[in-house]
């Protein structure tokens, strides 16, 4: 069955240092992946995706995610964190068939950016 | 840019009665579904909809869930008989033809 693994509840990196937020996946056939990232007290924001294509990809606010097929791995990743980027990272996998996809979330990491 | 809107954005009942939480989707989207965070935890599937019928359903969505599309531009998750393990944040979200799914900014539901 499809799902998704955090390891990591918490990760803390200095502002300006690199980021990484682990996720690794299970699936059959060719995985659907998603990082989608919570603020306080806010709702889910898509960050970005991997459908096909170029192993790294790119989304929103600096962030990019390096799809590793070897590793079964989707980490998440930014050059240089900052403070603003404090938040509860979620990644999620695609489960299902047609257009009724439903999302398997991973249990969260929560990323603290230290001034 | 569009955006998935939830109303309330708080909701307190007691134990055992009714609650509709309303969600306006995206215009244009046709794949509608809710989700639920108890407090700081996992983002659970609750169910999907499409075409006007429920597509799935997890083990979460029993009978005393129920969904409905009443209008063309709201969808509504009611929950019949509210028990304090529902006590949660409910998250709509919906998806055009593209695979990513926008979620609402989320209902907290306290149930005492």
């Known amino acids: 069955a499809q799902s998704v693994a955090q390891p990591e509840d918490q990760v803390n990196v200095a502002e300006g240092n690199p980021l990484t937020v682990k996720c690794t996946y299970s699936v059959s056939g060719n995985p659907y992946l998603f990082w989608y990232v919570q603020y306080p007290n806010r709702g889910l924001q898509f960050l970005l995706k991997?459908?096909?294509?170029?192993?790294l990809v790119k989304g929103s606010y600096g962030f990019e995610a390096e799809f590793n097929k070897s590793q079964t791995s989707f980490h998440l990743k930014k050059p240089s964190a900052l403070v603003s980027d404090s938040a509860l990272y979620f990644c999620a996998v695609r489960r299902g068939s047609s257009g009724t996809y439903k999302y398997i979330f991973g249990t969260g990491t929560r990323l603290k950016v230290l001034a | 840019e569009p955006e998935v809107t939830q109303t309330p954005s708080h909701q307190v009942t007691q134990m055992g009665q009714e609650v509709i939480l309303r969600c306006v989707p995206i215009s244009n989207h046709l794949y509608f579904y809710w989700y639920r965070q108890i407090l700081g935890q996992k983002v659970e599937f609750l169910v999907s909809?499409?075409?006007?019928?429920?597509?799935?359903k997890s083990e979460i969505f029993d009978d005393q869930f129920s969904v409905e599309r009443p209008d063309g531009s709201n969808f509504t998750l009611k929950i019949r008989s509210t028990k304090l393990e529902d006590s949660a944040m409910y998250f709509c979200a919906s998806k055009g033809e593209q695979e990513t799914q926008y979620f609402g900014p989320g209902t907290r539901l306290l149930v005492l």
């Open positions: 991997y459908i096909t294509g170029d192993n």
């Open positions: 909809f499409y075409n006007n019928e429920i597509s799935e």
